[in-house]
């Protein structure tokens, strides 16, 4: 059984940081892609940053892109999600999240196989 289990929110003030782990468990981990996606209140959930079973290839949305850093350890069977210089736009539960294919890059919520309970992150200003 697949579990995905994320960390590392909480309330932050507009410029700072967090970085949230998510610590993946029942299957191997490092042939699959993961993903970090988040939702907002009262909006639909979207796609944040990607990066690939490897970890060479990383895919951001334009929104944090220069501001968020994804990052896996295939030792410890994690993935990290730094967020730096954070809006109170960013605010939203963050949700860790993994496709049913290995040795492949998804970007959309359709594509994912597997996902956390999510962490929330609030950005004051």
């Known amino acids: 059984q697949v579990q995905l289990v994320e960390s590392g929110g909480g309330l932050v003030q507009a410029g700072g940081s967090l970085r949230l782990s998510c610590a993946a468990s029942?299957?191997?981990?490092?042939?699959?892609?993961m993903d970090w996606f988040r939702q907002a209140p009262g909006k639909e959930r979207e796609f944040v940053a990607a990066i690939s079973w490897g970890g060479s290839s990383t895919n951001y949305a334009d929104s944090v892109k220069g501001r968020f850093t994804i990052s896996r350890d295939n030792a410890k069977n994690t993935v990290y999600l730094q967020m730096n210089s954070l809006k109170p736009e960013d605010t939203a539960v963050y949700y860790c999240a993994s496709p049913l294919v290995p040795y492949s890059t998804v970007l959309t919520t359709e594509g994912m196989g597997h996902w956390g309970k999510g962490t929330l992150v609030t950005v004051s200003s």
């Open positions: 029942g299957r191997t981990f490092r042939i699959y892609g």
